[in-house]
């Protein structure tokens, strides 16, 4: 291989290394924007604590989700549940607290709650530890 070869890999691997630093970083920030205008769009309980949690979540624990082609038949895909992807965050932030816990912190209605924990477990983006009101979430490993 010679030098200029050489030269060449590390200048890729040095801007690839930023340009996938520079779209993490855009992503938190965005992830952070939304959780802070569904805030005062509810005008609950601060969710700086909150927004500083997902922005912590390191990128590579976030996998985007695949596009998803629609249904031969009648009935489409329903979209993602917004309170899924919110519980989603808080759960790998702070992992093994109860419904109510994560419910309380993020602001939901215990509808909003059910839906998107079914949905999660549904997916298999979480597992829950427990029975009854003993139940603890985490993020599902792999």
């Given at each position: 291989m010679t030098n200029?070869?050489?030269e060449l890999e590390a200048r890729t691997r040095d801007f690839v290394a930023a340009v996938a630093e520079a779209v993490k970083k855009a992503t938190l920030e965005g992830v952070a924007e939304v959780l802070r205008r569904d805030h005062e769009a509810t005008r609950h309980a601060p969710v700086e604590d909150d927004a500083l949690v997902a922005a912590e979540?390191?990128?590579s624990d976030v996998e985007p989700e695949p596009d998803v082609?629609?249904?031969?038949s009648k009935s489409l895909p329903k979209p993602p549940s917004p309170a899924a992807d919110r519980v989603s965050f808080y759960i790998k932030a702070k992992p093994g607290l109860r419904a109510e816990e994560i419910r309380a912190a993020l602001g939901l209605d215990k509808d909003d709650m059910q839906k998107a924990i079914k949905v999660l477990l549904g997916k298999g983006k979480?597992?829950?530890?427990g029975e009854l009101r003993g139940t603890r979430y985490r993020p599902a490993s792999g």
């Amino acid at each position: 291989m010679t030098n200029v070869q050489s030269e060449l890999e590390a200048r890729t691997r040095d801007f690839v290394a930023a340009v996938a630093e520079a779209v993490k970083k855009a992503t938190l920030e965005g992830v952070a924007e939304v959780l802070r205008r569904d805030h005062e769009a509810t005008r609950h309980a601060p969710v700086e604590d909150d927004a500083l949690v997902a922005a912590e979540i390191e990128a590579s624990d976030v996998e985007p989700e695949p596009d998803v082609a629609p249904l031969p038949s009648k009935s489409l895909p329903k979209p993602p549940s917004p309170a899924a992807d919110r519980v989603s965050f808080y759960i790998k932030a702070k992992p093994g607290l109860r419904a109510e816990e994560i419910r309380a912190a993020l602001g939901l209605d215990k509808d909003d709650m059910q839906k998107a924990i079914k949905v999660l477990l549904g997916k298999g983006k979480i597992t829950k530890e427990g029975e009854l009101r003993g139940t603890r979430y985490r993020p599902a490993s792999g």
